[in-house]
């Protein structure tokens, strides 16, 4: 008989009791929800790192045109979508797996490359699904904590690499820091993976970073290792709602491994067709990843000068300690229409995650940070 875990109102049903402890995840207030709780009309929804500018006017025209049959099941293979991404990316489509988001490739990687008793090795702060999914399936997961000045750990990762964890969840650009690896760091890390390691590499933001960053892609199929690359239409792209990401895959095999580990039909045909369509209009990706950076810069500037120490980020977010608990902060943040993460993960609890939106959301959290922050730096003074 199994024995799971029991709760109080079915006392007789089994639990997996994996998913039963797995920590929630720390998704960011609706808009909805953040009126009802302020009162207010105007919100500044900066806690889910989504683009403020919406989505290019080609992805609008393929959701208001008739070439989608709801009645028909999507294509299960995503056929056209994969072909556009493996021309642009000088892949084998058979490489790619198309995802209900790039979160459902990270379940089908845990699904497919652990089970229990198995290690999975992340970053410290984690981004909540490197994992929450590796746990699902009764994984250990291994944190290794980020530097005094908001960096990767290096060598810390070479030691935790060398007792060859099953898989390696790294997110570069790293949600909720902001740091990406460069050349050196990602080449030190790539040499210090076993070949027994998956190692899943998280460019969820890759749009986002400096030329100085390199196209961790590039790196790992010069390299012998086995990897999984991810990539998202959710953010540069700004179809969060939709939920399109892929998998780059070191291998076929590894391809086939992914999507046996997801539901068949698992991206619906109008998010396939906005895809294929936000794909080919890089030129409204760019304009408004650079419009983001360049707010970035200026957010960034402001709290420095509140005197918060902010992480330098290469992301579409920012990450800084307010120096006391980030959960009162952000209470008081949504009174005034401000929607934030506060980070829940111990250690992190004084840090706060603050996407870039629009000017006109910056400004109304940046005033109202410094509203919340200003008697409290009288008081100390
Ligand atoms: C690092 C990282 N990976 C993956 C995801 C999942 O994105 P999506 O499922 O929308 O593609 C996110 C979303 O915030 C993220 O920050």
Excluded at 60 to 72: A, D, T
Excluded at 118 to 146: D, N, Q, S, W, Y
Excluded at 286 to 311: F, K, N, S, T
Aim: proline share 6%.
């Amino acid at each position: 008989m199994l024995s799971g875990k029991k709760i109080a109102a079915n006392p007789e049903l089994y639990f997996n009791p994996h998913i039963a402890a797995v920590p929630k995840y720390n998704a960011g207030l609706g808009l909805a929800a953040a009126r009802a709780a302020s009162g207010l009309e105007q919100i500044a929804r900066l806690a889910s790192n989504e683009n403020p500018y919406g989505c290019s006017p080609g992805v609008q025209q393929v959701l208001s045109g008739s070439s989608v049959e709801p009645w028909r099941y999507s294509d299960p293979a995503c056929q056209r979508l994969r072909m556009a991404l493996g021309e642009r990316l000088g892949v084998d489509p058979e490489r790619i797996v198309v995802g209900n988001g790039s979160e459902e490739m990270i379940a089908a990687a845990s699904r497919a490359f652990l089970s229990e008793g198995a290690e999975a090795l992340t970053v410290a702060p984690c981004f909540g699904l490197h994992e929450i999914e590796p746990l699902a399936v009764g994984a250990r997961v291994t944190k290794v904590p980020m530097t005094a000045d908001f960096g990767f750990d290096v060598p810390a990762l070479e030691a935790a690499l060398a007792r060859a964890p099953n898989a390696f969840f790294l997110p570069s650009p790293w949600n909720p820091v902001g740091a990406a690896l460069d050349h050196e760091q990602l080449a030190r890390v790539i040499a210090a993976t076993p070949e027994s390691t998956l190692f899943v590499l998280d460019e969820a933001y890759r749009e986002f970073t400096s030329d100085a960053i390199p196209d961790g892609f590039e790196m790992l199929r010069e390299s012998a290792r086995s990897y999984v690359v991810l990539r998202t239409f959710s953010k540069a792209f700004g179809l969060a709602g939709l939920r399109v990401g892929y998998a780059i895959c070191a291998s076929v095999e590894i391809a086939r491994m992914l999507s046996a580990a997801k539901t068949p039909f698992n991206v619906n045909a109008v998010a396939q067709a906005a895809a294929v369509a936000a794909l080919d209009d890089q030129a409204w990706m760019q304009a408004a990843v650079a419009r983001i950076c360049a707010e970035r810069e200026r957010v960034a500037g402001e709290l420095r000068a509140l005197g918060l120490r902010v992480a330098r980020s290469e992301g579409n977010f920012l990450f800084f300690s307010v120096g006391r608990s980030s959960a009162e902060v952000a209470a008081e943040l949504l009174k005034a229409g401000v929607v934030v993460k506060p980070w829940v993960e111990a250690q992190y609890q004084a840090f706060i995650r603050v996407s870039i939106g629009a000017p006109i959301e910056n400004d109304q959290f940046l005033a109202a940070l410094a509203a919340i922050l200003r008697p409290a730096a009288a008081g100390a003074a």
